[in-house]
């Protein structure tokens, strides 16, 4: 947190309008800043809903007054390109996630529009198909760099195929799956990806965990259904079992 937060003008505001003690306004602004920086490191919150927000924010009240007071008070600015983003996010954002930006040469949301492209370089993704699985950003994964000065689609993430509705256990759980496989060198490809996010989703969100988990403890790199769960989409192979 900047020094000079806690007693700001905008803090106390933000006391009055939710009616809290100083300590707790600066938990929730503390909270906002640590959460965005884990799952919208360029500061558009507003692919959330406001209840996600709020529970990403430990707040157990009414979702819309707690975002409302945080417009109101000028913590979040409403955007028209991404609904909601952190006021001042650059300022408020941990050298991770600076880097992050940078090394990937995305762009951060302040209010209606963007800030200059970093390297004049158009963000794009790559083309995938499957259905999605909303999950947030991990921390930042390794990249591969060249001599060649030519530009280039970024590396697969396959977070790229998450949408937003997901309940966060399950987005932990995929978030945990993905850093696992990086740090037993075998990441995600798009296609394995795309199979492992249908198999999931036709499991359900508790099966799909639970074999998460499993695969994880049992030090395995492929994805199995655990007892009870749906049957197995049409058309789709499952991972082959890797022993530790």
């Not at 979702?63 to 913590?75: D, M």
């Not at 509705?165 to 798009?190: F, G, M, S």
Request: glycine content about 6%; overall charge neutral.
């Amino acid at each position: 947190m900047k020094r000079g937060t806690i007693e700001h003008p905008k803090t106390l505001a933000l006391m009055r309008a939710l009616k809290l003690p100083k300590y707790a306004a600066v938990g929730i602004l503390e909270s906002l800043w640590h959460w965005t920086a884990k799952y919208a490191p360029r500061g558009d919150i507003g692919r959330f809903t406001d209840e996600d927000i709020a529970a990403g924010l430990a707040w157990d009240k009414d979702a819309s007054e707690l975002i409302q007071s945080l417009i109101v008070c000028r913590w979040i600015d409403k955007s028209g390109q991404v609904r909601l983003v952190v006021h001042d996010w650059p300022d408020h954002a941990d050298g991770a996630v600076q880097k992050y930006i940078s090394r990937n040469k995305l762009t951060f949301y302040k209010g209606d529009s963007t800030y200059p492209e970093m390297s004049g370089q158009v963000e794009t993704s790559p083309d995938m198909s499957g259905p999605p699985l909303p999950l947030p950003l991990p921390l930042p994964l390794p990249t591969t760099t060249t001599a060649q000065t030519r530009k280039r689609k970024p590396p697969f993430d396959p977070l790229s195929l998450l949408t937003l509705e997901t309940p966060a256990p399950l987005r932990e759980a995929w978030t945990d799956w993905i850093r696992y496989r990086t740090e037993r060198h075998k990441p995600l490809t798009a296609s394995t990806a795309i199979a492992q996010t249908q198999r999931l989703a036709s499991w359900g969100e508790k099966a799909a965990i639970a074999s998460i988990r499993a695969s994880i403890e049992h030090g395995w790199t492929g994805l199995f259904p655990p007892p009870g769960a749906a049957q197995e989409p049409e058309g789709v192979e499952p991972d082959e079992r890797n022993e530790p």
